[in-house]
């Protein structure tokens, strides 16, 4: 398992317990992440800014995942499924060196292993949906090799 990944599934952790206890950012990121990655700054930078930008995106995220999820209202979606979605929602808009690939990718493997077995299939249509979207309405800005399409196996690097 790739270093990021961790990363993501510790984000994944803050944002749930966030959700839950209604604590301040800033205390989920001194408890959660921090004294996690104090050590790694890279890692420090990218999970607190993933954390921060995924709080950030909640309002915009939630409206994008709403229009693609058939006969379902979000508020009714498994927490865990609805958190990585907007996380993965906040990596796209928010990280452009990040390719949509890996991303939709990372969100797929997260959400199997936090989440239900069906939520994988379930978090992958409903992203590819929402990056369709994202695509038509010119709203993916990614930048270096976000810009080149990468085969699934190239992907794996992140």
Same mark, same amino acid.
């Given at each position: 398992m790739s270093k990021?990944?961790?990363v993501r599934e510790r984000v994944l952790q803050a944002l749930y317990a966030q959700e839950v206890s209604?604590?301040?950012a800033d205390h989920v990121l001194a408890t959660l992440i921090r004294p %996690?990655?104090?050590d790694e700054p890279a890692y420090l930078q990218f999970a607190e800014r993933l954390f921060l930008r995924s709080l950030e995106a909640r309002e915009a995220?939630?409206?994008m995942i709403a229009?693609?999820?058939q006969n379902w209202e979000i508020s009714r979606l498994a927490l865990t499924d609805r958190l990585v979605l907007r996380m993965a929602v906040a990596e796209l808009m928010y990280f452009e060196d990040i390719p949509p690939? %890996?991303?939709l990718n990372e969100a797929l493997e997260v959400a199997k292993a936090f989440s239900t077995e069906k939520s994988g299939a379930f978090v992958n249509g409903v992203l590819d949906a929402i990056l369709t979207e994202m695509r038509e309405r010119d709203q993916l800005k990614k930048t270096g090799r976000g810009l080149v399409e990468m085969s699934t196996s190239a992907s794996s690097t992140d």
């Open positions: 990021r990944r961790q209604q604590d301040t %996690v990655y104090k995220a939630e409206e229009r693609h999820i690939k %890996v991303t």
